[in-house]
T-cell receptor, first 115, second 115 residues
Framework: EPEVTQTPSHQVTQMGQEVILRCVPI?????FYWYRQILGQKVEFLVS????????KSEIFDDQFSVERPDGSNFTLKIRSTKLEDSAMYFC?????????????FGQGTRLTVV | AQSVTQPDIHITVSEGASLELRCNYS??????LFWYVQSPGQGLQLLLK??????LVQGIKGFEAEFKRSQSSFNLRKPSVHWSDAAEYFC?????????????FGQGTTLQVKP
């Protein structure tokens, strides 16, 4: 069964460092998303991406964040200068792009720890 | 603003007992509704979804949920809980659109199953 894969599963980084989280969406999907879950809190939408551009982003997704689809398979989330409060589980998701109703499929997540 | 409320943060049931997890949403129209499950260290797995039609929907692992428009609720049920059902459960809603990748999640309910 097709699945969304994320690497690494756990990333530890020092405050102020740049980090790139990687995702391989399901191959025929065209919508891509990043969500995050701070420990003990709800899952929060960060950004959606379609046709090589951001289609929607939340208030959380400030200038420190960026997304990119560098090739035909990967979808990345970059945090330029990490802060302690960026520590969270980050989930990538993807969905098909068609006129009928679609649903998002989630990866296993990357746990980011900023020290 | 759209919101999802899961009133029960933590629920403990005995194995074999029935289960109901509550979810209420606030949205101007009938949204798309989802239940996800997150086992420890795992990603988000879709249990079931409601888009339209029959208000009682069946999902995987023996779960079902009932949409009640008058109560703005989408409660998850299972007649007989198994120890492997211990996990965190998230209710989520998505705006009425052709693509439902952007989700708004509730706080989650942690289910503990007693032997």
């Amino acid at each position: 069964e097709p699945e969304v894969t994320q690497t690494p599963s756990h990333q530890v980084t020092q405050m102020g460092q740049e980090v790139i989280l990687r995702c391989v969406p399901i191959s025929n999907h065209l919508y891509f998303y990043w969500y995050r879950q701070i420990l003990g809190q709800k899952v929060e939408f960060l950004v959606s991406f379609y046709n090589n551009e951001i289609s929607e982003k939340s208030e959380i997704f400030d200038d420190q964040f960026s997304v990119e689809r560098p090739d035909g398979s990967n979808f990345t989330l970059k945090i330029r200068s990490t802060k302690l409060e960026d520590s969270a589980m980050y989930f990538c998701a993807s969905s098909e792009a068609r006129e009928s109703i679609t649903e998002a499929f989630f990866g296993q997540g990357t746990r980011l720890t900023v020290v | 603003a759209q919101s999802v409320t899961q009133p029960d943060i933590h629920i403990t049931v005995s194995e074999g007992a029935s289960l109901e997890l509550r979810c209420n949403y606030s949205y101007g129209a009938t949204p798309y509704l989802f239940w996800y499950v997150q086992s420890p260290g795992q990603g988000l797995q879709l249990l079931l979804k409601y888009f339209s039609g029959d208000t009682l929907v069946q999902g995987i692992k023996g779960f079902e949920a009932e949409f009640k428009r008058s109560q703005s609720s989408f409660n998850l049920r299972k007649p007989s809980v198994h120890w492997s059902d211990a996990a965190e459960y998230f209710c989520a809603v998505a705006p009425f659109s052709g693509n439902t990748g952007k989700l708004i999640f509730g706080q989650g309910t942690t289910l503990q199953v007693k032997p």
